[in-house]
């Protein structure tokens, strides 16, 4: 794949070259098993929303994450890297990179604070409200698609997550705004083969000094298997994290660069060249967990999860959408309204949503159904089912084990107080049972077409 940039402005401008054998690729989920295809050719980065200088290895990096997905076996650049970047592709990701400057030394990046990737959603505004208060912000403010026909799924509204932005920033904190429009080279977008949580950091690594990359995960990232489409033979706690305690890995360490690499390792080894690794400080919060944080701190209202368009809080469309909807009603103690549940189910992406065996964020669901208030015959039933599982009371705190293992040390203090404004902890006993925790599957009585 070769790359080339224009400079219009203050829009960068790349148009790519792809091969014959880079038009497509597979994601390494089982969700989205099915390929996902390159529909476009060129996309913009805002240079006005950029630093004034980029080293060379940082922007190419940034480039390496949007299309790696699709890069071959060759990847030409617009601009040469150092000799260490492109020994780094070429062994940990099987990909020559170049041209290679060989006079060109990687970037010094000093710590001077970790950067958050703010989408707008729940789960990174909750990241917001626990990490340091001068973490630096960095809202992902996409390119909208300008021309008809264009990628269904790109995200083209983004009314609610600026006035989230707006309002951090009006409480003092430090957001940046990055502006690209990467997203619309796919069609679906391949995540979670992409890494876009690191592009925005990494071109504002050294000019910031950001050594320490967060993004809104939840708990399921790093301790559940989260959204997994193709039927599952059991939803349990994984007892692998990432300081590399044994267990069944997570399913992007399951996943194999070109150089027979672990994708995780690899990613690794590219990040420590520049003297930078990401975090995951808000997985100790399940979803449920982190909607709670949102709900009792002056954000709620504000925030918007979800990859369609719309002018309120939720699409009224994606199974993301009603769980996040429900666990507000719950949070509220409202009952939910009969033709809101029946709007729902009448959407055809949520047609099988109770139809498999164990559902995306089985255990968030679990939750919903052990506590919602419906007299829906369809939740009734969920309802009834779901009380044969352990209270999941637990999932709306903080897993602390988490805070003493994963949280980096060098603001695990003040997570500690932050989430405590918001989250009470677990108790010893609860945190038992959630490393022990596994969960039925919908029975063939309950699951629809069975009985729904």
Same mark, same amino acid.
């Given at each position: 794949?070769?790359?080339?940039?224009?400079?219009?402005a203050?829009?960068?401008?790349?148009?790519?070259?792809?091969?014959?054998?880079?038009? *497509?690729?597979?994601?390494?989920?089982?969700?989205d098993?099915?390929?996902?295809?390159?529909?476009?050719?060129?996309?913009? =980065?805002?240079?006005?929303?950029?630093?004034?200088?980029?080293?060379?290895?940082?922007?190419?990096?940034?480039?390496?994450?949007m299309?790696?997905?699709?890069?071959?076996?060759?990847?030409? #650049?617009?601009?040469?890297?150092?000799?260490?970047?492109?020994?780094?592709?070429?062994? /940990?990701?099987g990909?020559?990179? @170049?041209?290679?400057?060989?006079?060109?030394a990687?970037?010094?990046?000093?710590?001077?604070?970790?950067? &958050?990737?703010?989408?707008?959603?729940?789960?990174?505004?909750?990241?917001?409200?626990? #990490?340091?208060?001068?973490?630096? &912000?960095?809202?992902?403010?996409?390119?909208?698609?300008?021309v008809? @026909?264009?990628?269904?799924?790109?995200l083209?509204? #983004?009314?609610?997550q600026r006035?989230?932005?707006?309002?951090?920033?009006?409480?003092?904190?430090?957001?940046?705004?990055?502006?690209?429009?990467?997203?619309?080279?796919?069609e679906?977008?391949?995540?979670p083969?992409?890494?876009?949580? $690191?592009?925005?950091? =990494?071109?504002?690594?050294?000019a910031?000094?950001?050594?320490l990359?967060?993004?809104?995960?939840?708990?399921?990232?790093?301790?559940?298997?989260?959204?997994?489409?193709?039927?599952?033979?059991?939803?349990?706690?994984?007892k692998?994290?990432?300081?590399?305690?044994?267990?069944?890995?997570?399913?992007?360490?399951?996943?194999?660069?070109?150089?027979?690499?672990?994708?995780?390792?690899? $990613?690794? @080894?590219? $990040?420590?060249?520049?003297?930078?690794?990401?975090?995951?400080?808000?997985?100790?919060m399940?979803?449920?967990?982190?909607?709670?944080?949102?709900?009792? *701190?002056? #954000?709620r209202?504000?925030?918007?999860?979800?990859?369609?368009?719309?002018?309120?809080?939720?699409? $009224?469309?994606?199974?993301?959408?009603?769980?996040?909807?429900?666990?507000?009603h719950?949070?509220?103690?409202?009952?939910?309204?009969d033709?809101?549940?029946?709007?729902?189910? /009448?959407?055809p992406?949520l047609?099988?949503?109770f139809?498999?065996?164990?559902?995306?964020?089985?255990?968030?669901?679990?939750?919903?159904?052990q506590?919602?208030?419906?007299?829906?015959?369809?939740?009734?039933?969920?309802?009834?089912?779901?009380?044969?599982?352990?209270?999941?009371?637990?999932?709306?705190?903080w897993y602390?084990?988490?805070?003493?293992?994963?949280?980096?040390?060098?603001?695990?203090a003040?997570?500690?107080?932050?989430?405590?404004?918001?989250?009470?902890?677990? /108790?010893?006993?609860?945190?038992?049972? =959630?490393?022990?925790?596994?969960?039925?599957?919908?029975s063939? @009585?309950?699951?629809?077409?069975g009985?729904?």
């Amino acid at each position: 794949m070769r790359v080339e940039l224009a400079i219009k402005a203050k829009m960068w401008e790349f148009t790519i070259h792809p091969q014959e054998d880079e038009l *497509s690729g597979r994601s390494f989920l089982p969700r989205d098993a099915g390929e996902f295809r390159l529909v476009n050719t060129r996309f913009y =980065l805002d240079g006005g929303t950029l630093p004034a200088e980029i080293h060379p290895d940082l922007l190419a990096g940034a480039l390496w994450m949007m299309l790696h997905p699709v890069v071959g076996a060759e990847l030409r #650049l617009p601009l040469a890297v150092s000799p260490q970047f492109n020994q780094v592709l070429r062994h /940990s990701f099987g990909v020559e990179v @170049g041209p290679v400057d060989q006079s060109l030394a990687p970037p010094d990046v000093r710590f001077g604070g970790p950067a &958050l990737l703010l989408s707008g959603g729940l789960d990174s505004a909750a990241a917001a409200l626990i #990490l340091p208060d001068d973490v630096r &912000l960095i809202f992902q403010d996409r390119i909208p698609r300008a021309v008809a @026909g264009a990628v269904p799924s790109a995200l083209v509204h #983004l009314a609610q997550q600026r006035k989230l932005a707006q309002t951090l920033a009006g409480m003092g904190r430090e957001v940046h705004r990055h502006r690209d429009g990467h997203e619309q080279l796919f069609e679906p977008y391949p995540s979670p083969n992409t890494n876009m949580t $690191l592009i925005a950091p =990494l071109l504002r690594a050294e000019a910031l000094g950001l050594t320490l990359m967060e993004y809104g995960a939840v708990l399921a990232d790093l301790y559940f298997e989260g959204y997994t489409l193709a039927e599952v033979g059991g939803w349990r706690f994984r007892k692998e994290s990432r300081r590399g305690q044994q267990g069944e890995g997570r399913p992007k360490a399951r996943f194999v660069t070109r150089s027979g690499m672990n994708f995780e390792e690899a $990613l690794t @080894g590219l $990040l420590s060249l520049f003297g930078m690794r990401s975090g995951a400080t808000s997985a100790g919060m399940s979803e449920v967990a982190t909607a709670l944080a949102v709900h009792r *701190s002056p #954000l709620r209202g504000l925030t918007y999860s979800c990859h369609q368009r719309s002018l309120h809080t939720a699409c $009224l469309a994606c199974d993301k959408c009603f769980r996040k909807l429900l666990l507000q009603h719950i949070f509220d103690d409202q009952d939910v309204p009969d033709d809101l549940v029946d709007y729902y189910l /009448s959407r055809p992406s949520l047609a099988g949503l109770f139809s498999r065996r164990f559902m995306d964020f089985h255990h968030v669901w679990m939750y919903v159904f052990q506590r919602v208030k419906s007299g829906h015959p369809v939740l009734a039933k969920l309802q009834h089912w779901a009380q044969d599982a352990p209270d999941l009371g637990f999932l709306a705190k903080w897993y602390v084990r988490h805070e003493h293992e994963v949280v980096p040390i060098e603001y695990r203090a003040e997570v500690a107080t932050n989430v405590r404004k918001y989250l009470e902890p677990m /108790s010893q006993g609860e945190q038992a049972i =959630l490393e022990s925790l596994e969960l039925p599957p919908l029975s063939d @009585g309950v699951r629809r077409g069975g009985g729904l």
